[in-house]
């Protein structure tokens, strides 16, 4: 250790600043790899998931159309419901009409307001 000359110093200076260099290019070059492999598979993840949310949207207006069809006939053939009924029933069509729902059920609905059996 006593006897390091300065041209050892500078080699070791030297390997030391190439190794560094290679192992920050070769991180960047890894980064730049994965990013271009994994774009595409993300993309293709996140079509996925908007065609499954609109999906879930789907069955979940179809089946509160459903339920709010059976609600509206039971008033209509005079068949009691209690508040909480009611109340939920109002959550559900309020859902419905987030959902996009506006058909014959908002007809249907209204003119039982309009009566007063809502």
Request: charged content about 25%; proline content about 1%.
């Amino acid at each position: 250790m006593e006897n390091i000359s300065l041209g050892q110093i500078a080699t070791i200076i030297t390997f030391a600043s190439i190794f560094i260099g290679a192992i920050t290019t070769l991180i960047a070059f890894s980064k730049s790899f994965i990013s271009k492999v994994l774009n595409p598979i993300n993309q293709k993840i996140d079509r996925l998931e908007k065609v499954s949310m609109k999906s879930r949207n789907n069955i979940e207006l179809e089946l509160i159309k459903i339920i709010l069809v059976n609600f509206i006939n039971d008033i209509e053939q005079g068949t009691d419901k209690t508040q909480i009924q009611k109340k939920n029933i109002y959550e559900l069509y309020d859902r419905y009409k987030t959902l996009g729902g506006n058909s014959y059920v908002h007809d249907r609905w209204e003119k039982l307001i309009k009566e007063g059996k809502l």
